[in-house]
């Protein structure tokens, strides 16, 4: 049988404004997708904000980062990133010589948007002398343009790494950016504005709330979360005892949902993080802070976009190999520097 006949499927799918649709996880699209990624000698990737389908498909799940270090190691031809677009482009950054494709390259990212290359330009121009350090969701030209990245696990040794007379531009997350600056109690690291409109949903008030009616829970924050400030304020005011809020990385969080002692914990992130702890630790009830933390990016990887990018070889990534080298050299230092751990 030739090769374009082995990708041949019987499911169909519908490109509609909110993405591909049309098919349903059923165990005969799992058949299919095994079957097609089989025959192109792929490598499906899941990042833990997908939908629970196909992060039970992957044959990986994680975050950003981990899951680019398991693109460039893979032994396969080929990787399908089921994420948003920043982090295939990091996957490929990683990964040169592999075909690194994406179910749907409109799954973009609000807070990776919400500085361009241009505007980073502007930003070093008024700042000449300062090094510029980069949260991961971020596009692979602006990672080109800077010094050194970061995750939300060592963002704050990296900022530390760097010599204190020198001035800092942080870049995209605003609260990632508040969390570091307090902790290296550093006055001269200038803040980008940006913010992820998921994780900016979750605030404060709603966590008090949350806190308050569910004494015994932990809370797991992630540090992108608008609630982080709060709730770090929250328990120095002793409104929720500081042993109780964990400040994680997607990856931490797991790590601590295999050792919390609660029986109930609110977790602050978006809710396709869910599965994944629900799964590393059935017998904790696991609640969302915000409910309707949902990244509409993320869920635009359906089944029917998983499909759709298995027989028809679509949506390539690719990233123009100068910019690939310098973006490559700012996650390298990144990793030089201390455990990058994860990102988001
Ligand atoms: S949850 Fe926010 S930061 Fe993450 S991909 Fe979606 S928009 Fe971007």
Known sequence: MSITADLHSDLTWTDGQAGYTGIEATPEWADEVHRLAKARNATILAHNYQLPAIQDIADHTGDSLALSRIAAEADADEIIFCGVHFMAETAKILSPDKRVMIPDARAGCSLADSITADDLRAW???????????????????????????????????????????????????????????????????????????????????????????????????????????????????????????????????????????????????????????????????????????????????????????VTGQDEVDVDLDVAAKARASVEKMISIGNPGSGE
């Open 124 to 310: 070093k121009a008024e700042f000449p002398d300062a090094v510029v350090v980069s949260y991961v969701n971020t596009t692979a030209e602006v990672k080109g343009l800077t010094d050194i990245c970061c995750t939300s696990s060592n963002a704050v040794d990296v900022v530390a790494s760097i010599d204190p007379d020198r001035d800092v531009l942080f870049l995209p997350d605003q609260f990632l950016g508040a969390h570091v600056k307090r902790v290296t109690g550093r006055d001269n690291i200038h803040i980008w504005a940006g913010e992820c409109h998921v994780h900016a949903g979750i605030n404060g008030d709603e966590l008090a709330d949350q806190a308050s009616s569910h004494p015994d829970a932990d809370l797991f924050i992630h540090p992108e979360c608008g609630c982080a400030t709060s709730a770090l304020y929250l328990a120095g005011e002793g409104a929720v005892p500081e042993e109780k809020v964990k400040i994680l990385s997607t990856g931490g969080m797991l790590d601590a949902a295999r050792e919390t002692k609660a029986s109930q914990v609110l977790v602050a992130t978006e809710i396709g993080m869910l599965h994944q702890l629900r799964k590393a630790a059935p017998d904790v009830d696991f609640q969302p802070v915000n409910g309707r933390a949902s990244c509409p990016y993320m869920k635009m990887i359906t089944p029917a976009a998983l499909l759709r990018c298995l």
